[in-house]
């Protein structure tokens, strides 16, 4: 059974930090790329990061760069989203998901759209 879990939500202060975990089973993880998305309240899910873990190649939304870094530990099958100087927008649901077509095409055109496989989201809360 293809599963993604994503955990390590929680409520911050803004300036604080998180880290997200997805643990993956069910399907060769290493031939995949994640990716995190998130959502906030009537607000479209947009992607935040996303790390093909085949090659290691990352990329980030503009709106978290230089704050938040996207790792792997293959042996355990979790990908991770470390998640420093947190801000009030930060907050939302935060899911993992991935696709079969991410085997060859990697983190290329990594939208929520295209992704079919999805963990349950873990809430992320920054506090003023």
């Known amino acids: 059974d293809v599963q993604l879990q994503a955990s390590g939500g929680g409520l911050v202060q803004a300036g604080g930090s998180l880290r997200l975990s997805c643990a993956g089973s069910g399907f060769s993880f290493n031939d995949y790329a994640i990716g995190w998305f998130r959502q906030a309240p009537g607000k479209e899910r947009e992607g935040v990061s996303c790390?093909?873990?085949?090659?290691?190649?990352?990329f980030y939304a503009d709106s978290v760069k230089r704050r938040f870094t996207i790792s792997v530990d293959d042996d355990q099958n979790t990908v991770y989203l470390q998640m420093n100087s947190l801000k009030p927008e930060d907050t939302g649901v935060y899911y993992c998901?991935?696709?079969?077509?991410?085997?060859?095409?990697?983190?290329?055109?990594?939208?929520?759209?295209?992704?079919?496989?999805w963990g349950k989201g873990t809430q992320v809360t920054v506090s003023s």
């Open positions: 998901a991935t696709d079969d077509r991410t085997i060859s095409h990697g983190c290329l055109n990594w939208r929520y759209y295209v992704m079919s496989i």
């Open positions: 790390i093909s873990i085949i090659d290691g190649s990352r």
